[in-house]
C-alpha cells in the first residue's frame, strides 16, 4: 500500500492580494488604494503585466486617491500606450470581419477585443497578440482564401485534401500578413484529439451582438465565453 501525502492548497502571497484588492476598485465605488511601500507597487505591477490585466490596473489607478504621482504617471504612460495598440488591434478585428461578411462568410469574433469589451467594457485596455474568429466548418477553406485575398497567407500550405485534415484535427488555422496581427480562423475551440464535445450548434444560436468602438459585432453569449 503506497500512502499519499495530501496536497496542500495553493498558497496567495500578498501581491496576489493586493492586485485583486485593487482591481475590484474598478467597479466599487469609494475604494481607495491599501498602503503599500515601493517594492510591493513593483510586485503588483509585475503581477499585473504577468496575468494580462496592466491596462484594467492602470485604468484603476489614475481613478484612485492616494495613489503615489509616479505611479499615477506610469499608469496614464500605459494607458496611452495601450490605446494606440489596442486601436489597432479593433481596426483589424473588424476589417477581418468585414472581409468575410463581404464573402458570404459568417463569423462570431471571440477572446480580442470582444472579450475586452465584455469583461472591462472597453475593447482596448485587454492584450492580445492576435485576431480569434469563429467560423463554421464547411467554410474554413472559404475563410482562409478570403482572407488570402486580403494579404493573409498560411505559414505551411499543402495540397487541399492535407489542408482540410488539418482543419479537422485542429479545428483551427493561423494566417499572416506583414504589419498586422494573425488571424486565427477556429471552427472549434480544441484539437478534435481532445475528444470535447461541444454543442457548437447551440455556441452559434446563442451569440450575441456587442458594440466594438461603435459597430455592432457578433461573439459569443455570455454563458458561452465563460
Partial sequence: MIAVAPRSPAR???SDLRLV???RSDWEAGATAPAMSAQDWSDVVRKALHHGV???LCRT????????????????AYLAHARVDGAARVAQTLDTLDALTADGIPALAFKGVALATLAHADPVVRPSK?????VRREDMAHAVTSLGT?????????SARIMDACFTTYGQDILFADGRLPVEPHWTFAPTPFAIDLDLAGIWRRAITIDVADRRVRTLSIEDTL
Fill in 21 to 23: 484588492e485593487l482591481l
Fill in 130 to 134: 492576435d485576431i480569434d474568429v469563429l
Fill in 150 to 158: 486580403h494579404g493573409y497567407r498560411l505559414g505551411e500550405t499543402f
Fill in 61 to 76: 489607478l489614475v481613478r484612485l486617491p492616494d495613489v503615489p504621482a509616479d505611479i499615477v504617471e506610469a499608469a496614464r
Fill in 54 to 56: 496592466a491596462g484594467l
Fill in 12 to 14: 496567495v502571497n500578498s
